[in-house]
């Protein structure tokens, strides 16, 4: 062995840790740093000993030996942590590494199986049978279910009726419902219609109506089948069966006084029944159609007036929560039927014919039951009460006196010259009290319809318009030809216009002449356009069996030529 290889089994213990290490060569007295816990210590000259436990020399370090760096321990410590630290981050790298690797084979299996890779089962499932594809079905009409307010205003439809005169046209709201072109609508619009008849849509486009595929007077419904269908229908959803909350906001959508489409809103006021609508209104229309008792109503105050019969209640969705029907002017509330009977109805008309649309014909009061007419024993008292208050109603009760003797001598006057006259009701009564009637209005004095009781027939005149079918007394100026049976007046300071349709042998009339009228209101609304006028009116229509010409009137005492009311 060499004297360098002797020298290395030379050895040295720390007096501060015991660590024992080979003394290097030369091995000469200084300062040295222990390898093991990093201290510094003094090598003095080395006096090699045989150690008796290891079989070598070792040397043994003097304890005690002064530092002279006040800073070794800062310095062992940084150095100690800066190793700690690439350990970790070699540490650390390695794990990232690792699980980078993971999510890559892991990304390739999904790949893969996806793409159905062979050799990622040892399975494969059967190869799909190839079949080829159906067929497909191209329909020339295709149907859409609203799901907004603007979605919901191309499914409704504007109802435009030529009367028969043909000066003007009685209009409605009807709505697309089912995929077969069926229209949702008010009976009483259907009622009168003719086979002129026919629909705009909100595109502009009109279809003609092919007829009527089930009526239910007692509910106001009625479902129309198109001529020809649209290539596009968007249809209403049906599906509401709930009780709408009080304060819950809808919306009516529909014609009102020739505004197209229009939107209006408001919030539910009420839900009632017929039976509570009659307790409070005996001669309610629900009365007169013999609606069922527990029939639904749904009062609200969107705006809704005429030409809004037929349209939809919507809430904010575009379902429909009902069928606009009528409206009590006065108190501006609209009534509109439950949803739930216009389903009702279209399970019942499955597989129900479709009637064609009769001819132009007359208004008709084949709605009209026999004890609906009259107790023809009430003509002569009011009548009397009539004469009695000078045809000047003070009061609404008075004004109701006047207006039921109208209503009555229409109704007898229309089955005596239409000669449709009820089972059960004696022909030869109907004549006699007709007669009467006709000679009792001919003879009445001009004279007593000063300007201040035309003002008070008037004012309660227009404020019953609402009130189908009830009797109607005013004094109005012509305001047309008459042309047919028909004839357009003005009534009122503010000129309301009112279409009257006459008796076949009407009386000779001109151009604002003034008249007396006593009729009966239909539960129609005609639009008109007067000469050369772009914009259309819809106006109230009135059964008019007695019009009477005034030439003069009355004024404090002097007779005089008569002025427009």
């Not at 630290?85 to 794990?95: D, P, Q, R, S």
């Not at 009259?374 to 109603?393: E, K, S, Y």
Request: glycine share 8%; hydrophobic share 40%.
């Amino acid at each position: 062995m060499g004297k360098y290889e002797q020298d290395l089994s030379m050895t040295w213990v720390c007096p501060y840790c015991q660590g024992r290490r080979p003394v290097p060569p030369p091995a000469t007295a200084g300062q040295a740093v222990c390898p093991y816990c990093r201290r510094p210590v003094m090598m003095p000259q080395v006096e090699g000993q045989k150690s008796p436990n290891r079989g070598e020399e070792s040397v043994s370090l003097p304890t005690g030996i002064p530092n002279d760096d006040p800073f070794w321990e800062l310095r062992n410590r940084i150095t100690r942590s800066k190793r700690r630290t690439a350990w970790y981050w070699w540490i650390g790298a390695f794990v990232g590494l690792a699980c980078l690797g993971a999510v890559i084979a892991g990304i390739w299996w999904v790949e893969n199986a996806q793409q159905g890779g062979a050799n990622l089962t040892k399975v494969s499932p059967p190869a799909p049978e190839k079949r080829p594809p159906p067929p497909l079905r191209w329909s020339p009409h295709q149907v859409f279910v609203a799901r907004t307010l603007e979605q919901a205003r191309q499914a409704v439809v504007k109802i435009e009726i030529p009367l028969e005169a043909g000066t003007a046209v009685e209009t409605g709201t009807g709505f697309f419902i089912g995929d077969r072109g069926w229209i949702a609508t008010n009976n009483h619009l259907v009622q009168n219609m003719n086979s002129r008849a026919y629909v705009r849509s909100a595109d502009g486009q009109t279809y003609r109506i092919a007829g009527v595929v089930i009526q239910a007077p007692e509910m106001d419904l009625a479902i129309l089948q198109l001529a020809e269908r649209p290539a596009k229908t968007t249809v209403l959803d049906l599906s509401y069966d709930g009780t709408p909350a009080l304060g819950t906001e809808v919306y009516a959508i529909g014609h009102p006084y020739n505004v197209d489409f229009s939107l209006s809103r408001g919030v539910v006021s009420r839900v009632l029944t017929t039976a509570e609508l009659i307790q409070n209104f005996p001669d309610h229309i629900v009365a007169k159609i013999h609606s069922p008792p527990n029939m639904v109503w749904i009062q609200h105050d969107a705006k809704i007036s005429p030409g809004n019969s037929g349209g939809p209640l919507l809430d904010g969705a575009g379902r429909v929560l009902g069928v606009n029907t009528f409206v009590h002017r006065l108190a501006q509330y609209g009534f509109a039927s439950h949803i739930r009977y216009l389903r009702e109805l279209m399970a019942r008309a499955k597989d129900a014919p479709v009637r064609p649309l009769p001819e132009p014909r007359a208004p008709s009061l084949e709605n009209v039951s026999p004890e609906q007419i009259v107790d023809l024993t009430q003509i002569d008292p009011l009548w009397n009460a009539a004469t009695a208050m000078g045809w000047n109603p003070q009061t609404p009760d008075q004004y109701r006196q006047i207006s039921e003797l109208a209503r009555i001598a229409n109704i007898v006057k229309y089955l005596q010259v239409r000669g449709q006259i009820p089972e059960g009701v004696p022909p030869e009564i109907i004549d006699r009290a007709a007669t009467q009637l006709e000679s009792r209005f001919m003879s009445l004095d001009p004279g007593v319809l000063s300007v201040a009781v035309t003002e008070k027939l008037n004012s309660f005149a227009v404020q019953s318009l609402n009130q189908v079918q009830s009797g109607i007394v005013c004094v109005g100026v012509v305001a047309s030809p008459v042309q047919g049976t028909a004839v357009l007046v003005a009534v009122g300071e503010r000129p309301r216009h009112l279409l009257l349709r006459l008796r076949p042998d009407p009386p000779p009339l001109q151009i604002s002449q003034r008249v007396f009228v006593a009729g009966l209101i239909l539960p129609q609304v005609a639009e008109i356009r007067l000469g050369n006028q772009n914009a259309a009116e819809q106006v109230p229509v009135i059964l008019a069996m007695f019009v009477i010409p005034l030439e003069k009137q009355s004024t404090a005492g002097d007779t005089t030529a008569a002025p427009a009311p």
